[in-house]
């Protein structure tokens, strides 16, 4: 029985990245971006604002979130600097 839903056999099948990619981007929520810097919901807009912290990236209507990578080298830097004896 042929259904609405059988993809004909000449299709190309999709190619997509495998699931676990060591290197794949992860989209972090407001919550979890606070709790990995230990900073404020007004302190991370601040520094936004002064273009100090990444800017977050717009999934549709109100919701927003971070790229995992830019919050890691945002992190990466402020313990480079840390180690140079730089102040923040």
């Given at each position: 029985m042929h259904t609405a839903f059988s993809a004909?056999?000449?299709a190309p099948a999709a190619h997509l990245p495998p699931?676990?990619?060591?290197?794949q981007e992860r989209f972090?929520?407001?919550p979890e971006v606070i709790h990995q810097c230990g900073l404020s919901r007004s302190t991370l807009y601040d520094?936004?604002?002064?273009?100090a912290f990444p800017a977050q990236v717009s999934l549709?209507?109100?919701?927003v979130a971070w790229l995992q990578s830019e919050v890691t080298?945002?992190?990466?830097?402020?313990i480079a600097?840390?180690?140079r004896?730089?102040?923040a």
């Open positions: 004909p056999s000449s699931v676990s990619a060591p290197n972090l929520r407001l520094l936004i604002a002064r273009n549709g209507g109100k919701n080298a945002w992190m990466s830097e402020r600097q840390r180690n004896g730089c102040d």
